[in-house]
């Protein structure tokens, strides 16, 4: 089955705008979805398709697409921002498959 | 709201087998706009899909795992349910339930799991 790869940990200034970074050969055939994962929590979606938020996500998050690559960008990033993120995608034979995540730490 | 809730036993023998269930309300299991998965978390380690199996009956199993695993759906309940044979050490792990949408959107593919159980965690340990 297809890989996703992350970097395993990204940090950012409070305030300051960060992109993390998702590669693998089913992102240029689907959309990578992207879930943010708080200590002792159930992972949330926050991003899906080219760039849509789900109900209740901060306008602050932001994905894109090109080539192999997805991205999430969170432009402003809050200390309650501080968290695992996880990107999703599908691979050719109809299998999902995570990223190994990414800890984003708020400085 | 829609919500999910996994329940099952929280410790498991090594050779015998996990199962767990989802309870779904709040929407209905039937909806053909949608589909059912498994996920897990080893302790400390990153998400690992398992499974997934959509309204026709359709399964797709994570390949790693598909000698073990069979996912099936009770829709009479609207419960889907996981069974995870022959386990190990290695399969202790919190499990999540969680709904998925498979179809068009933003002008390509998407697929994207948006509503998740609390998860629980499974240990493996005689």
């Known amino acids: 089955s297809s890989e996703l790869t992350q970097d395993p940990a990204v940090s950012v200034a409070l305030g300051q705008t960060v992109r993390i970074t998702c590669q693998g050969d089913s992102l240029r055939s689907y959309y990578a979805s992207w879930y943010q994962q708080k200590p002792g929590q159930a992972p949330v979606l926050v991003i899906y398709?080219?760039?849509n938020r789900p109900s209740g996500i901060p306008d602050r998050f932001s994905g894109s697409s090109s080539g192999n690559t997805a991205s999430l960008t969170i432009t402003g990033a809050q200390a309650e921002d501080e968290a695992d993120y996880y990107c999703?995608?599908?691979?050719?034979?109809?299998?999902?498959?995570f990223g190994g995540g990414t800890k984003l730490t708020v400085l | 709201q829609l919500q999910l809730q996994e329940s099952g036993p929280g410790l498991v023998k090594p050779s015998e087998t996990l199962s767990l269930t989802c309870t779904v309300s709040?929407?209905?299991?039937?909806?053909?706009?949608?589909?059912w998965g498994w996920i897990r978390q080893p302790p400390g380690k990153g998400l690992e899909w398992i499974g997934s199996i959509y309204y026709s009956g359709s399964t797709y199993y994570n390949p790693s795992l598909k000698s073990r695993v069979t996912i099936s759906v009770d829709t009479s309940k609207n419960q889907f349910s996981l069974k995870l044979s022959s386990v190990t050490a290695a399969d202790t792990a919190v499990y999540y339930c969680?709904?998925?949408?498979?179809?068009?959107?933003?002008?390509?593919?998407?697929?994207?799991?948006?509503?998740w159980g609390q998860g629980t965690l499974v240990t493996v340990s005689s």
């Open positions: 398709g080219k760039n």
């Open positions: 969680a709904r998925g949408y498979s179809g068009y959107c933003s002008g390509g593919s998407c697929y994207f799991l948006d509503y």
């Open positions: 999703n995608s599908r691979d050719s034979s109809g299998n999902l498959v």
């Open positions: 709040g929407g209905s299991i039937s909806s053909s706009s949608y589909y």
